[in-house]
């Protein structure tokens, strides 16, 4: 049964341009979590999704971000315009559902480098 | 000052040693509590979970939370190289569907 699975593993972009990336969750579920963590920092919360719906986007900056879960094909993370600020690694976890959102099952992460 | 707070170290210890590791919490509201265990370039994998106050264990890991104190600790006896890693604690009150991480504690054990 595979895990967590996102892509790309790394990215790199110049000030300015998109970065799109993509996690599927684990088979069978259907809650999906966006967490970014910086260098030397803890993973910080920024959108939870269901199918089709976004649930819960209150660590999400308000411009430039934008995430997605439909109902066919992986969740997205969208950054538009982006800034050296936004380097982090952006994770994705999947739980069974919400009333199980303690167990949540990560992917490796994408690691975004902003030039 | 953060909702949740922990020591990043790096913590170095022998193999064999027991090892602790502990975070505090400003929001009273917690009630759900979690260590992830994440190795270097990898996503958090999840080693203990438990609800409320109290001791859990599993293998040479040990949970325990004092709400009292707002206080978590996770106890690793026997510790070897392969627990190198850094631990995060985590957090949640109830009915939220986001966790709230500490920074996490580098670990290193040294055989």
């Known amino acids: 049964n595979a895990g967590v699975m996102q892509n790309p593993r790394h990215l790199v972009r110049r000030r300015g341009q998109e970065a799109r990336l993509r996690c599927s969750p684990m088979?069978?579920?259907?809650?999906v979590y966006w967490y970014r963590q910086l260098p030397e920092e803890g993973l910080k919360f920024m959108v939870y999704?269901?199918?089709?719906?976004?649930?819960?986007e209150s660590g999400m900056p308000k411009e430039r971000f934008s995430a997605e879960f439909p109902k066919e094909g992986p969740s997205i993370l969208r950054i538009q315009q982006v800034v050296r600020g936004d380097s982090a690694a952006y994770f994705c976890?999947?739980?069974?559902?919400?009333?199980?959102?303690?167990?949540?099952?990560f992917g490796e992460g994408s690691r975004l480098t902003v030039l | 000052q953060k909702e949740v707070e922990q020591d990043p170290g790096p913590l170095s210890v022998p193999e064999g040693a027991i090892v602790s590791l502990n975070c505090t919490y400003s929001n009273s509201a917690f009630q759900y509590f979690m260590w992830y265990r994440q190795y270097s370039r990898k996503g958090p994998e999840l080693l203990m979970y438990t609800y409320s106050s109290g001791n859990k264990e599993d293998g040479r890991f040990t949970a325990q939370v004092d709400k009292s104190s707002k206080y978590i600790s996770l106890f690793i006896r026997d510790s070897q190289p392969s627990d190198s890693a850094t631990y995060l604690c985590?957090?949640?009150?109830?009915?939220?569907?986001?966790?709230?991480f500490g920074q996490g504690t580098r670990l290193t054990i040294n055989p």
């Open positions: 088979k069978g579920h259907s809650h």
């Open positions: 976890a999947s739980s069974l559902s919400a009333a199980q959102t303690g167990e949540l099952f």
């Open positions: 985590a957090m949640r009150d109830q009915g939220a569907q986001k966790l709230v």
């Open positions: 999704l269901q199918k089709e719906n976004i649930i819960d």
